[in-house]
C-alpha cells in the first residue's frame, strides 16, 4: 500500500470515530427530523458509505415519504438535512447570510472552489464570444471534409469551453499568449486544473474535515496546474500592477479583461501576481466545469431526439441573417432558449443542491414551525425533479417529458421563464440570494454555441446516450459518452 492510500484509509478511519462521536453527542431536539435509511450509530454510517453511490435513492424516498418536511439523510461527517417544498424552499432561497449561510456549508465542489475567487460583476462582461467560438469550433473538432467523426463530448465541450472562456478574456489582448501553441499550453493547462479540481474534490469530501489541510494539497495536483499558469498570466498581471504604480488605477489603454477586473477587486494583500493567478484559475474552473457539463447534457438530448435540429437552425439562420451576430440576437433565438432551459431542468447537477450551513446562533426557524440549531447542514432536493412525484412540477405539464420547446411556447404569451430565470421549480443555477452570478455569461456562451452549432454542423447519435455517473450529491455526464458530428452537408 502506497503512502497516500494509507493516508486516505486512515483518514477515513480517523473521520468514522470522530463522525460517531458528533453523531452519539448530536442535539437530540433533531431525532424528531424523520430520518430517510437508519439512524443507529453504525447502520447510519453504512447509509453514509452507500449514499456515496446511491444518494439520488435516498433522497428520491425522501421525497416520497416526506414530501412536505424536512428529512435527514446520513453523510460521512454529518447529517443533512434536506427540503423538498416550494415553501421550505423559499425560506433557505431568502435568508440572509448571517443566518443560512452559502459560505459555509460544505459543498464537496461548486462553493469551495467558487466562494473566494468569483465576483458577482464579471457576468456582465462578454468579450468577442462570438469570435472565439469559431475559431474553439475549429481547433478542436478538427473536421476533415464532410466526413463523419466520432467525439467523446464532455473533453470535447470541455476544450471549447475554455477556449472560449480564457480566450476572450485573457489570450487575446497580449502578444505574449497570441502564439498559437503557448494558447495551446495554456488552455490544455485550464482544462487539467478544472478535471483535476473535480477528481480531488471527490476524493476530499471522504476525508474528514479536520484532515483535510493535511491530505488536500497530496491529494490535489493543482499546486503543479497553477504554477504552469502563473508562466503564462504572471507576464499579464505584472504588466497589471505595474501600469497601475505608475500611472494611477485607470491607467490609458487599460484592457477590460479578466485580468484587470481580478485586480480591481482583489485586496490589497492579494494584489500580487500568484494569488492572482490561483484566482484566475479558479474561476476558470467554476466556468469550466458547469458550462461544459450543461453544454454535453444539452447535445446528448439533441443527439436522442433530432426532430430539434431543424427548428433550431431555421431559428438560428433567421435571427443572424436579420440582426447578424450579436447578444440581442440572442435573445430572439427563443427555441434555443427553450431547449437549453428544458435540458437543464432535466439534467439536474445532482439530487440535491443549494448547500447551506446554519450559522446563527438561535439556529433558523422554518415557516412550518422547525428549528434547525447552529451548525445544521441543509440542502435542498433536486433530482425528484425528474420523476412525475415532485408537486413542484405542477408547474410544467408533462413534467417527465422532455419537451424542448415548452418556454419558447410559452414566451409567445409573455412567459418569463427565460434561460436565465430563476424560480423554486427550476434551480440548476440555484435561486434567490445566491442563485449563479455566471449565468449571464454562461447563458450567452451556450446559446451562442448551440446557434453555431446547429447552423454549421450536423449531429447524429453513436450509441445509447450513456447513464450519469454518480458520486455523493453530483451527477456528472459519462465522459467516454460519444456523438457523431461531421460538418453540415
Ligand atoms: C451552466 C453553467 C453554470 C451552472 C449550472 C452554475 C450553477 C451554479 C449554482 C447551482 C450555484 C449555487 C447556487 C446556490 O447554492 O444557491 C452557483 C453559484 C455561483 N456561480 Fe455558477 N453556474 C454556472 C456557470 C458559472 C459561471 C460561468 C460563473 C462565472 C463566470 C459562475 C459563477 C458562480 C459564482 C461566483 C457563484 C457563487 C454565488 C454567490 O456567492 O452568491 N457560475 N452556480
Not at 435516498?58 to 421525497?63: A, E, H, K, M
Not at 433557505?92 to 461548486?110: D, L, V, W
Not at 504552469?228 to 479583461?257: C, H, M, T, V, Y
Request: aromatic share 10%; proline share 5%.
Amino acid at each position: 500500500m502506497d503512502d497516500l492510500k494509507f493516508l486516505i484509509l486512515y483518514g477515513v478511519l480517523a473521520g468514522v470515530l470522530f463522525a460517531s462521536f458528533r453523531k452519539a453527542f448530536h442535539d437530540h431536539k433533531l431525532d424528531q427530523i424523520p430520518v430517510v435509511g437508519s439512524s443507529g450509530l453504525l447502520a447510519s454510517y453504512w447509509d453514509a458509505f452507500n449514499s456515496i453511490r446511491h444518494s439520488p435513492d435516498f433522497i428520491q424516498c425522501g421525497y416520497k415519504l416526506y414530501p412536505d418536511r424536512i428529512f435527514r439523510v446520513a453523510r460521512l461527517f454529518q447529517w443533512e438535512y434536506v427540503v423538498c417544498s416550494p415553501k421550505l424552499t423559499r425560506d433557505i432561497a431568502s435568508a440572509p447570510e448571517h443566518i443560512i449561510s452559502f459560505n459555509e456549508a460544505e459543498n464537496p465542489y461548486h462553493l469551495q472552489v467558487v466562494r473566494s475567487t468569483l465576483t458577482r460583476n464579471l457576468h456582465v462582461c462578454f468579450l468577442d464570444v462570438r469570435d472565439e467560438i469559431v475559431c474553439a469550433f475549429d481547433d478542436v473538432l478538427q473536421l476533415e471534409g464532410l466526413d463523419w467523426k466520432i467525439l467523446p463530448m464532455l473533453p470535447t465541450m470541455m476544450a471549447i469551453v475554455a477556449h472560449m472562456s480564457n480566450q476572450g478574456a485573457v489570450g487575446i489582448r497580449n502578444s505574449y499568449m497570441t502564439s498559437k501553441s503557448r494558447n495551446k499550453e495554456y488552455l490544455a493547462n485550464s482544462v487539467n486544473h478544472t478535471i483535476d479540481i473535480m477528481r480531488s474534490a471527490r476524493k476530499i469530501s471522504v476525508v474528514p474535515p479536520f484532515l483535510r489541510p493535511l491530505l488536500g494539497p497530496l491529494i490535489s495536483t493543482q499546486n503543479k496546474s497553477n504554477a504552469r499558469a502563473l508562466q503564462f498570466l504572471g507576464p499579464l498581471i505584472e504588466e497589471g500592477l505595474s501600469k497601475e504604480r505608475e500611472l494611477g488605477r485607470d491607467w490609458p489603454g487599460k484592457p477590460n479583461d479578466l485580468v484587470s477586473w481580478v485586480l480591481d477587486l482583489a485586496e490589497t494583500e492579494q494584489r500580487a501576481v500568484f494569488p492572482i493567478t490561483v484566482r484566475i484559475m479558479h474561476m476558470n474552473m467554476a466556468a469550466i466545469h458547469t458550462t461544459s457539463m450543461a453544454a454535453t447534457y444539452a447535445i446528448f438530448d439533441l443527439m436522442t431526439r433530432p426532430e430539434y435540429l431543424l427548428p433550431m437552425r431555421e431559428e438560428a439562420e433567421r435571427v443572424v441573417k436579420e440582426k447578424g451576430w450579436t447578444k440581442t440576437a440572442l435573445n430572439n433565438m427563443v427555441k434555443i432558449d427553450s431547449f437549453l432551459r428544458e435540458s437543464q431542468r432535466l439534467n439536474t447537477n445532482g439530487p440535491a443542491g443549494m448547500w447551506r450551513k446554519v450559522v446563527a446562533k438561535d439556529g433558523f426557524r422554518f415557516s412550518d414551525g422547525t428549528v434547525l440549531p447552529y451548525g445544521t447542514f441543509l440542502s435542498v432536493a433536486r433530482a425528484p425533479i425528474r420523476s412525475r412525484l415532485r408537486r413542484i412540477d405542477a408547474n410544467y405539464e408533462n413534467a417527465a417529458t422532455f419537451d424542448g420547446f415548452r418556454f419558447a411556447r410559452e414566451r409567445a404569451e409573455h412567459s418569463k421563464r427565460h434561460m436565465i430565470s430563476t424560480a423554486v421549480d427550476h434551480m440548476p443555477f440555484g435561486t434567490g440570494k445566491h442563485a449563479c452570478p455566471g449565468r449571464f455569461f454562461a447563458a450567452t456562451e451556450l446559446k451562442a454555441m448551440m446557434a453555431h452549432l446547429v447552423i454549421n454542423y450536423d449531429v447524429k447519435a453513436e450509441g445509447v446516450r450513456p447513464a450519469d455517473k454518480v458520486f455523493g450529491a453530483l451527477y456528472f455526464p459519462d465522459a467516454d459518452g460519444k456523438v457523431r458530428v461531421r460538418k453540415r452537408q
